[in-house]
Antibody, heavy 120, light 107 residues
């Protein structure tokens, strides 16, 4: 069974930092590109970032570029999202998601999400 | 960035109804359009990828069509478990933007 489990939720002050983790199991993690998607409370889905299967390439939404860093440890089957200089508008549930191997990006497995709250 | 719009933003329907949701991209995206279903408090679930390919395990009452800039998700006969919010997403170019969602609730 494919499983993605996020952790690292928390309350952080504006300007602070937080690192989210996403533990993967049930599939060959190192073969898949991975994504982060976020959802502010009561709002829609927003794509955040993508990382290549070997970790050699990352792409970010403009709203997080320069502040967030996506990385992975394929030996540990874990995806990370390092979030720095956090803002109130970063408050959201953060989901990690797997990119399907179909040739066209689609997110075929999702974690349960982890809540990040940025507030003083 | 490619902007995605959906219509309607919400709809009320009855079990057994045929439901159609439309998604429009601000520029050409070929067939790189996905549909997700999200229920309250849950993660999204992939329904349709590449405009019309049904994700494994998804009931055949869900179908997708379109190309270029205009796309449609159809539920042929709405079931109780289909009451949820539906999002389209373009995967033609990063950032992989989502539509604002269409909430389907019970009439």
């Amino acid at each position: 069974e494919v499983r993605l489990v996020e952790s690292g939720a928390g309350l952080v002050q504006p300007g602070g930092s937080l690192r989210l983790s996403c533990a993967a199991s049930g599939f060959t993690f190192s073969s898949y590109w991975m994504h982060w998607v976020r959802q502010a409370p009561g709002k829609g889905l927003v794509w955040v970032s993508r990382i290549k299967s070997d970790g050699s390439s990352t792409t970010y939404a403009d709203s997080v570029k320069g502040r967030f860093t996506t990385s992975r440890d394929n030996a540990k089957n874990t995806l990370y999202l390092q979030m720095n200089n956090l803002r109130a508008e970063d408050t959201a549930i953060y989901y990690c998601a797997r990119d399907s191997i179909t040739g066209a990006t689609s997110l075929d497995a999702w974690g349960q999400g982890t809540l990040v709250t940025v507030s003083s | 960035d490619i902007q995605m719009t959906q219509s309607p933003s919400s709809l009320s329907a009855s079990v057994g109804d045929r439901v159609t949701i439309t998604c429009r991209a601000s520029q050409y995206i070929s067939i790189y359009l996905n549909w997700y279903q999200q229920k309250p408090g849950k993660a999204p679930n992939l329904l349709i990828y590449a405009t019309s390919s049904l994700q494994s395990g998804v009931p055949s009452r869900f179908s997708g069509s379109g190309s270029g800039t205009d796309f449609t998700l159809t539920i042929s006969s709405l079931q109780p478990e289909d009451f949820a919010t539906y999002y389209c997403q373009q995967s033609y170019h990063t950032p992989f933007t989502f539509g604002p969602g269409t909430k389907v609730d019970i009439k």
